[in-house]
């Protein structure tokens, strides 16, 4: 998890250096369209990122499949 200041550090640092926006922990871009924020999303299920998971569970509980999200939230606490 990156702290608020590290996330404003790495927003001026992309606005002086005219840069396109990018995660504050990894650096990497943001993407662009959905299928590939879908496809990102799912890399991070599969390789069992706790934070990955809960936001998984968080998108089927607003969907209303709560059976499939409480799957997520349980695979979620049991990784930590």
Request: a positive charge; aromatic letters at 12%; charged letters at 40%.
């Amino acid at each position: 998890i990156v702290c608020k200041g590290c996330m404003y550090a790495n927003r001026i640092r992309e606005c002086k250096e005219k840069l396109k926006p990018s995660c504050p922990f990894c650096r990497h871009l943001y993407t662009e369209s959905k299928e590939e924020s879908d496809r990102q999303k799912k890399k991070r299920c599969e390789a069992n990122d706790p934070f990955a998971l809960r936001e998984a569970g968080r998108k089927h509980f607003g969907d209303g499949d709560y059976e499939r999200a409480f799957e997520y939230f349980t695979k979620a606490a049991d990784l930590g």
